[in-house]
């Protein structure tokens, strides 16, 4: 199966100091003038530049490796422990309850026959039938509950909703809701990346009869609602006909922060949450939970072209009447949902879906607020909780029948107010963060209402995001404030053991025993205190492999069995969404693409004083001025009067520049890059930025 790397060819730390001389030449051929360098120029050399690094620390000597025993840690089956821990979980559950399956199969009208959807390069994007095998009874090595959420999102087809409402399902995370207008598509949220959200338009044009998209809505700022934009329609046709594109107020901002800004370390601990480099099995990846798996790709961006406002509005589209109201800070930052009068159906975005959510994303978000989050759900079912006879949202399936509405609103909106409220109660009476997650228990609507399981987001972790929202990182214990760095702390935890023999066989005991949780603590520090421990490595990998086959939560289970993996297999590089590709680059403001290169920014590497360089972007009419220090690199928007260097040139070919597609001095020649001044200093910018490394190590040290 053909998969799409993410895209990291962002310039690299050096690339311009060693093109300086380059550059010169060209600039002075440019402007026929001898050009002003500073003394800097003369006495850095580029490859010295390309390479300093902070002074290299030095590290005690690793303990000597555990011996192996003849017991070997086993690999893809559930011990006793985790068969009875999954058993538990089927007689507690009414997992052959039918409601929900059918409910995800009401309406069903066509599915794509192909049995994969392809990207424009060749690549796959997503493999149509990869999760056949959940229709299979569930094995031991799943947790039954999430194998049940995951046989529910793995229906895929053209749906409709009601008439005149249609979904594309199971092709992505997310889901693609059609409104029928009087003259075309409304869309809402086209999936994660290109290729599905055209494929899925197509099997409703083919179906229901072609019709084009009138109008785009981006329900919030997650890039599974909003990558696929291109799929369904095309700039130059969005600009011809001036199709307007809808978002929350904030969108493109809180887009830009979660994608660009920390997008590196975001799409790295993607592949945990996610699963991507799991393959799909019994002993695998099953689904996340609120979807099954992001299709691979790289994402598209439009800007909106008009933004919601926070007391919400009221707007026809189309001949469709639209009822906004504002859900930022709840599931997203900026996010929106809307009821539709006609249809009498309420689209509740992801603030409302079959699961419960992330209050604190495993893969980074800013930290969600439970409690708005909870008040945002009462006003839907106050405003439309008894004026709707459907919910739909943006994952899963929808639910029909007023009742059935009211009764999914009132569970979500208490299943947040449970998780504030009783993480609050105990922090206030001097409980910490670990002993809340511990004792936060479940609400009792929780045992008969699918719909508000941990598929996604679980009480355990979600508290300790109440927790950290209040009270930050620190759990109030002292010994915890400034603890050792975790490589330094487990060499001493294991010579309190005893040395690696007896760590390990402290390990051994309790995985023998099923006590994962100790024995994942324990095999950490070892492998943490030596890094080259294969027998400690083998016996994390299968701790790892038992926590995940009893997880409910489909991102728990990912983030355990992509630890296993890489700890057998090691971390080569994986799957990924690029968020940092060219079309993204291109459709953010120019100040936040600079904040997102002043965030790589390292002082080790700037040489010379520093100065101000004056980047203008005519085509764009955009304009940001760098004041480079030895410190600190601080991009301003606009420009200043005094600056060392000015630089113009297109933002199309800036962003060239920056995916490597094409040399500095190559657009200086040209003329389509000029640049005046203190031409080194620029190169001496670039030079201070670290490299990005998309495949960081993450279990182990």
Same mark, same amino acid.
């Given at each position: 199966m053909t998969k799409r790397l993410p895209n990291a060819r962002l310039l690299s730390a050096g690339m311009l100091l060693a093109a300086t001389p380059l550059i010169l030449a060209a600039a002075q051929e440019q402007t026929g003038q001898e050009t002003a360098?500073?003394?800097e120029a003369i006495d850095i050399p580029a490859s010295e530049a390309a390479t300093a690094q902070p002074a290299a620390t030095v590290q005690p000597a690793p303990p000597p490796v555990a011996e192996p025993s003849g017991y070997q840690p086993p690999s893809g089956i559930a011990m006793p422990a985790t068969r009875a821990a999954n058993a538990e979980v089927a007689a507690r559950l009414p997992i052959d309850n039918q409601s929900d399956f059918n409910n995800a199969n009401r309406g069903f009208l066509?599915?794509?026959?192909?049995?994969?959807?392809?990207?424009?390069?060749?690549?796959?994007?997503?493999?149509?039938?990869?999760?056949?095998?959940?229709k299979d009874a569930a094995p031991d090595t799943v947790n039954p509950s999430l194998w049940r959420q995951s046989k529910l999102n793995s229906i895929h087809g053209l749906f409709e909703v009601t008439e005149g409402i249609y979904q594309i399902r199971g092709y992505d995370l997310a889901q693609m809701t059609l409104i029928k207008g009087t003259t075309g598509w409304i869309v809402i949220d086209p999936l994660t990346t290109p290729a599905p959200a055209r494929a899925g338009l197509a099997?409703?044009?083919?179906?229901?009869?072609?019709?084009? %998209?009138?109008?785009?809505?981006?329900?919030?700022s997650h890039g599974d609602h909003f990558g696929g934009v291109s799929g369904v329609l095309d700039p130059a046709d969005q600009r011809l006909r001036n199709v307007p594109i809808i978002a929350p107020h904030g969108f493109l901002r809180e887009s830009i922060g979660e994608n660009v800004l920390a997008g590196t370390a975001m799409n790295r601990r993607v592949q945990f949450q996610f699963g991507t480099n799991l393959p799909a099995g019994p002993a695998g990846h099953v689904g996340t939970g609120l979807g099954q798996v992001l299709s691979q790709g790289d994402l598209?961006?439009?800007?909106?072209?008009?933004?919601?406002?926070?007391d919400g509005e009221t707007m026809e589209i189309d001949g469709i009447q639209f009822e906004f109201m504002d859900a930022g800070e709840t599931e997203a930052p900026a996010e929106l949902v809307f009821y539709l009068p006609s249809f009498r159906a309420l689209h509740t975005a992801e603030v409302v879906t079959r699961n419960f959510h992330n209050v604190l994303t495993p893969r980074g978000a800013l930290v969600r607020d439970t409690l708005k989050w909870s008040k945002v759900i009462d006003d839907m079912l106050a405003r439309y909780g008894d004026k709707s006879d459907v919910l739909v949202a943006s994952h899963h399936w929808p639910t029909w029948g007023a009742v059935n509405?009211?009764?999914?609103?009132?569970?979500?909106?208490?299943?947040?107010?449970? %998780?504030?409220?009783?993480?609050?109660?105990?922090?206030?009476?001097?409980a910490t963060m670990h002993e809340i997650a511990e004792n936060i228990g479940e609400p009792d609507f929780a045992a008969t209402d699918f719909g508000v399981r941990g598929y996604y987001g679980t009480f355990n972790h979600n508290s300790k995001a109440v927790y950290q929202r209040y009270f930050g990182w620190w759990d109030g214990v002292p010994a915890h404030y400034h603890q050792l760095p975790p490589a330094e702390e487990s060499r001493k935890y294991v010579a309190a053991m005893g040395g690696p023999v007896k760590a390990l066989n402290v390990g051994q005991t309790a995985f023998n025993s099923g006590?994962?949780?100790?024995?994942?603590? %324990?095999?950490?520090?070892?492998?943490?205190a030596n890094p080259g421990d294969i027998v400690a490595k083998q016996w994390l990998a299968s701790t790892y492999e038992q926590l995940g086959f009893q997880a409910e939560a489909g991102t728990w289970r990912n983030i355990y069995l992509t630890g296993a993996?890489?700890?057998r297999e090691g971390n080569v590089r994986g799957e990924n969404v690029a968020t940092t590709n060219?079309?993204?680059?291109?459709?953010?403001?120019?100040?936040?693409l600079f904040d997102a290169m002043a965030a790589r920014f390292n002082p080790a590497k700037m040489r010379g004083a520093g100065g101000v360089i004056q980047f203008t972007f005519p085509d764009r009419n955009e304009a940001v001025s760098v004041d480079l220090g030895s410190s600190v690199m601080f991009p301003r928007d606009g420009t200043r009067e005094l600056s060392s260097t000015q630089v113009t040139v297109s933002r199309t070919n800036f962003t060239r520049m920056l995916m490597q597609e094409v040399q500095p001095s190559d657009l200086i020649v040209s003329g389509e890059m000029r640049v005046l001044g203190n031409v080194i200093l620029m190169a001496q910018m670039f030079g201070a930025l670290d490299p990005v490394d998309p495949q960081f190590d993450i279990v182990t040290p």
């Amino acid at each position: 199966m053909t998969k799409r790397l993410p895209n990291a060819r962002l310039l690299s730390a050096g690339m311009l100091l060693a093109a300086t001389p380059l550059i010169l030449a060209a600039a002075q051929e440019q402007t026929g003038q001898e050009t002003a360098t500073g003394p800097e120029a003369i006495d850095i050399p580029a490859s010295e530049a390309a390479t300093a690094q902070p002074a290299a620390t030095v590290q005690p000597a690793p303990p000597p490796v555990a011996e192996p025993s003849g017991y070997q840690p086993p690999s893809g089956i559930a011990m006793p422990a985790t068969r009875a821990a999954n058993a538990e979980v089927a007689a507690r559950l009414p997992i052959d309850n039918q409601s929900d399956f059918n409910n995800a199969n009401r309406g069903f009208l066509a599915k794509i026959e192909e049995p994969q959807i392809l990207n424009e390069d060749g690549s796959v994007a997503w493999e149509v039938g990869q999760f056949d095998f959940v229709k299979d009874a569930a094995p031991d090595t799943v947790n039954p509950s999430l194998w049940r959420q995951s046989k529910l999102n793995s229906i895929h087809g053209l749906f409709e909703v009601t008439e005149g409402i249609y979904q594309i399902r199971g092709y992505d995370l997310a889901q693609m809701t059609l409104i029928k207008g009087t003259t075309g598509w409304i869309v809402i949220d086209p999936l994660t990346t290109p290729a599905p959200a055209r494929a899925g338009l197509a099997l409703a044009n083919a179906t229901l009869g072609a019709r084009p %998209v009138q109008a785009v809505i981006f329900t919030h700022s997650h890039g599974d609602h909003f990558g696929g934009v291109s799929g369904v329609l095309d700039p130059a046709d969005q600009r011809l006909r001036n199709v307007p594109i809808i978002a929350p107020h904030g969108f493109l901002r809180e887009s830009i922060g979660e994608n660009v800004l920390a997008g590196t370390a975001m799409n790295r601990r993607v592949q945990f949450q996610f699963g991507t480099n799991l393959p799909a099995g019994p002993a695998g990846h099953v689904g996340t939970g609120l979807g099954q798996v992001l299709s691979q790709g790289d994402l598209s961006l439009y800007p909106p072209t008009r933004t919601i406002s926070k007391d919400g509005e009221t707007m026809e589209i189309d001949g469709i009447q639209f009822e906004f109201m504002d859900a930022g800070e709840t599931e997203a930052p900026a996010e929106l949902v809307f009821y539709l009068p006609s249809f009498r159906a309420l689209h509740t975005a992801e603030v409302v879906t079959r699961n419960f959510h992330n209050v604190l994303t495993p893969r980074g978000a800013l930290v969600r607020d439970t409690l708005k989050w909870s008040k945002v759900i009462d006003d839907m079912l106050a405003r439309y909780g008894d004026k709707s006879d459907v919910l739909v949202a943006s994952h899963h399936w929808p639910t029909w029948g007023a009742v059935n509405v009211e009764t999914a609103l009132k569970n979500q909106r208490d299943l947040y107010r449970y %998780v504030h409220d009783q993480t609050l109660r105990q922090a206030n009476q001097g409980a910490t963060m670990h002993e809340i997650a511990e004792n936060i228990g479940e609400p009792d609507f929780a045992a008969t209402d699918f719909g508000v399981r941990g598929y996604y987001g679980t009480f355990n972790h979600n508290s300790k995001a109440v927790y950290q929202r209040y009270f930050g990182w620190w759990d109030g214990v002292p010994a915890h404030y400034h603890q050792l760095p975790p490589a330094e702390e487990s060499r001493k935890y294991v010579a309190a053991m005893g040395g690696p023999v007896k760590a390990l066989n402290v390990g051994q005991t309790a995985f023998n025993s099923g006590d994962f949780r100790w024995a994942a603590t %324990v095999f950490n520090h070892l492998v943490f205190a030596n890094p080259g421990d294969i027998v400690a490595k083998q016996w994390l990998a299968s701790t790892y492999e038992q926590l995940g086959f009893q997880a409910e939560a489909g991102t728990w289970r990912n983030i355990y069995l992509t630890g296993a993996k890489e700890l057998r297999e090691g971390n080569v590089r994986g799957e990924n969404v690029a968020t940092t590709n060219a079309r993204v680059l291109n459709s953010i403001p120019a100040i936040d693409l600079f904040d997102a290169m002043a965030a790589r920014f390292n002082p080790a590497k700037m040489r010379g004083a520093g100065g101000v360089i004056q980047f203008t972007f005519p085509d764009r009419n955009e304009a940001v001025s760098v004041d480079l220090g030895s410190s600190v690199m601080f991009p301003r928007d606009g420009t200043r009067e005094l600056s060392s260097t000015q630089v113009t040139v297109s933002r199309t070919n800036f962003t060239r520049m920056l995916m490597q597609e094409v040399q500095p001095s190559d657009l200086i020649v040209s003329g389509e890059m000029r640049v005046l001044g203190n031409v080194i200093l620029m190169a001496q910018m670039f030079g201070a930025l670290d490299p990005v490394d998309p495949q960081f190590d993450i279990v182990t040290p």
